[in-house]
Structure formats: structure tokens, C-alpha cells
């Protein structure tokens, strides 16, 4: 077993704070208008900076492509025993216009370091690799192999994550990268998205009883979801990250002014709760809509192919990541309570692959995509050490 308390006080903040604040002067947008005027960069400059990072550590690294020219990076510390630990940051960012900050500056400021990706996600990123080098530098050889996943396009489509399910990766827990605030995450949301369709009749407008107007439809649809399918939901809960949640977000319908609509869309966001399947929730969907059917003379109401579909995550004490990380983050705040989060991460997909996995990181939610995005820089060396003991305890 490795010393933990010698290699807890190698953790140096300020060599740390430089590499975050290095991570977040590298611009890597996936998405948006940013995104293209980086001249399909996307995270190119930060794949090649984390391959040479972690080759001057001696750390070997694998580029696997999940994209024509974007690449997941993977650099692994062999471990002593068969077990194996993953622990994965996301290499981009969301877009920087409208920040009131300069984006990239990566300045550290009253205890704060300052840029897009500050918090979301690259001050654990940088906690991560740090960690892996540490232990690649002190010729540390940890109980179970660690696996650093470096993925691309989470803002976004993530390529990145499918591209490292569909390798067959295997491993026995998984830390996911995301800013908690030092608190460690065992539950997280999932989300389905999908559009609702009504078809009716075109008419002049002059004479509308000869058509079928399809918003008049869906608008009773939409206050049918509003009054009577989200009060359902609410009365699901689950103890650590409360009742789904359903949002009406986009409607779309007529073509002028004068025609009776023969069409109306709406997009649905309805949020998923750690143990509910797929199966369960279109169903519940589509037995509220055959309602609507029923009520509304006349209607031809569609549930289309869901165009997004994430689980909800949940790990136990009983998982070994679980009680690793619960450890460590004890260890280092002289607290710990396991908490669940509305949001979703790639800890869905991580438990598709069989992967028991927590979300943990530095930095809060709360500045994660914001105008003046910032970390708070006494947390790096506190995320760093928690890691640290994860990766040292994990598989003993
Ligand atoms: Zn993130």
C-alpha cells in the first residue's frame, strides 16, 4: 500500500492552479457560432496539450478517435491488482459569447481562477491529470489500474463518451468530472426529449369548420400536460433528487395567417429519475396521449421517436466507488453526506456499460456556463487529494 500521507503532501497548489489556468487559456468550444470560428478545432489544442503533458509525466497515452479529428484521451497507471478505476473529465466547453469576462485569461483573481471551462469542467480535469501524473512520477503503483478518460463533445452530442462505450471499455467504478462543489454525487437525472405531433386539416379561413385545426389541439394537449401529467410526476419522488420534472419547451405550428393549421408540434423535456426505464417513461407519455385521443374529437395525436433518451444514475454504499470516494472526501472536508443532482452527466452512460459510478469535482454548479465562469482555487488542491485517495484506496 502506498504511503497516502507522503503523497498527499507532494500535492503542490500552486503548480496545480498553473495547470488549470493553463487548461482554461486553451479555447475548446464544441458548439455554436464560437465553435466554428475556432476553424473546427473543437478540442484539438487540448488533446494536444494533454498528450504532451502527460508524456513529460511518463504517463502513456492512447488518442482513440470519436470523430473525424476529435480524439478522446486515455492514459492509464497500471495498478497492482486485476481491478481498474476510470476516472473521466470532458475536454470542452459551451460557447463564450456574452461573457462579461475575458474568456480565456485563466487569471487568478481574490482566490478565484477566472475563464470559460474554470469550473465546468477543466479544474477537475486538470485535478485529474495532476493526480495521474503524481502517481506516475513517485513510481506509484495504485491496487487497481487507473484509467484517465479525456473526452470530447459532452456540451453537445456526446461523441466523445459513445465513442468510449462502444470500445468495450471495462472497469469496476468510475469518477465522473463535473463541478459538486468538493460534495460527492451518487444520484443524477436523467432526460428524454421528444416531440408530440397533431395533424389536422388545412381550410381558408373564411370558411375554418371545413378543416381541422391542429394547435386548437395541442394547445389543449399542452394544458392537459401542464395541469394533469406534471402533478402525476410530482407525486413520484426519489429521495435523493426529488420529482421528474416535465417542461413544455418549443411549439410550432400554422403556415399563414389565413389557413387553418394542419400541423402542430411541441417539444417535450421530461426529466428521468435514477430507476426508471425507458420503457416506463414513453409509456406513461403515451397512455396520457391515447387520453387525449379519447377527449379530443377528432385528434390525431403522434408520440414521435424520443431524439434524446439519458438514464438516471444511482450507486451504492455497497458499490466499492461509492465507499472509496465517501471515504476520501471525509478524509479531506471532515464531512461527507452522498448527494443526488438534477442534472445529467456521463454517469448514465458510464451505468449502461455496467460501470458503478459518482460525480465529483471542484468548482460549483451554479458558474458552470455563466457569464463571469470562476473556480474557487482553494478547492483544486482539496479536489486533487480527495482523487488522490480514491485512487489509492480503490481495489485494496
Ligand atoms: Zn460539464
Same mark, same amino acid.
Given at each position: 500500500m502506498p504511503d497516502i500521507a507522503q503523497l498527499v503532501a507532494a500535492i503542490n497548489s500552486r503548480d496545480l492552479t498553473g495547470l488549470v489556468s493553463q487548461l482554461v487559456q486553451i479555447p475548446s468550444i464544441s458548439w455554436g457560432p464560437a465553435g466554428e470560428q475556432m476553424g473546427g478545432r473543437f478540442e484539438a489544442d487540448m488533446v494536444q496539450f494533454l498528450t504532451d503533458y502527460f508524456r513529460r509525466a511518463g504517463v502513456s497515452t492512447e488518442l482513440q478517435e470519436a470523430a473525424p479529428g476529435r480524439h478522446n484521451v486515455l492514459a492509464t497507471i497500471p495498478g497492482a491488482g486485476p481491478k481498474s478505476l476510470v476516472l473521466d473529465a470532458h475536454l470542452d466547453t459551451v460557447p463564450?459569447?456574452?461573457? %462579461?469576462? %475575458?474568456?480565456?485569461?485563466?487569471e487568478v483573481r481574490d482566490g478565484r481562477l477566472y475563464g470559460r471551462g474554470a469550473c465546468d469542467t477543466k479544474a477537475t480535469l486538470g485535478a485529474m491529470m495532476y493526480v495521474v501524473s503524481l502517481l506516475a512520477r513517485e513510481k506509484v503503483r495504485p491496487p487497481a489500474t487507473i484509467r484517465f478518460t479525456g473526452t470530447v463533445d459532452e456540451e453537445t452530442g456526446f461523441c466523445g463518451i459513445t465513442a468510449l462505450a462502444a470500445s468495450g471499455l471495462k472497469a469496476d467504478g468510475a469518477v465522473v468530472g463535473e463541478p459538486t462543489d468538493l460534495q460527492l454525487v451518487v444520484a443524477t437525472k436523467g432526460a428524454a426529449r421528444m416531440k408530440i405531433r397533431a395533424t389536422g386539416r388545412a381550410a381558408h379561413t373564411a370558411q375554418p369548420e371545413q378543416g381541422h385545426n391542429a394547435v386548437y389541439d395541442m394547445a389543449r394537449v399542452v394544458t392537459a400536460l401542464q395541469d394533469r401529467l406534471a402533478p402525476r410526476l410530482a407525486r413520484k419522488t426519489h429521495p435523493l433528487v426529488g420529482s421528474p420534472r416535465l417542461t413544455v419547451s418549443i411549439i410550432q405550428g400554422g403556415r399563414r395567417a389565413n389557413i387553418v393549421p394542419d400541423e402542430c408540434t411541441i417539444d417535450v423535456d421530461r426529466r428521468v429519475l435514477p430507476g426508471e426505464t425507458r420503457e416506463e417513461v414513453l409509456g406513461e407519455i403515451e397512455a396520457f396521449v391515447q387520453e387525449m385521443r379519447t377527449e379530443i374529437e377528432g385528434a390525431e395525436l403522434e408520440v414521435l421517436e424520443p431524439y434524446a433518451f439519458v438514464l438516471g444514475t444511482e450507486c451504492t454504499p455497497e458499490d466499492e466507488v461509492y465507499a472509496a470516494a465517501q471515504k476520501a472526501v471525509q478524509a479531506v472536508l471532515g464531512t461527507c453526506r452522498p448527494k443526488g443532482v438534477p442534472y445529467t452527466t456521463h454517469g448514465s452512460t458510464f451505468q449502461q456499460m455496467g460501470i458503478p459510478n459518482i460525480t465529483f469535482g471542484a468548482g460549483s454548479i451554479d458558474q458552470a456556463?455563466?457569464?463571469?465562469e470562476w473556480v474557487e482555487v482553494a478547492q483544486l488542491p482539496k479536489a486533487a487529494e480527495i482523487l488522490l485517495r480514491i485512487c489509492l484506496t480503490f481495489g485494496a
Open positions: 463564450v459569447e456574452n461573457m %462579461e469576462i %475575458e474568456p480565456f485569461s485563466g456556463h455563466t457569464a463571469n
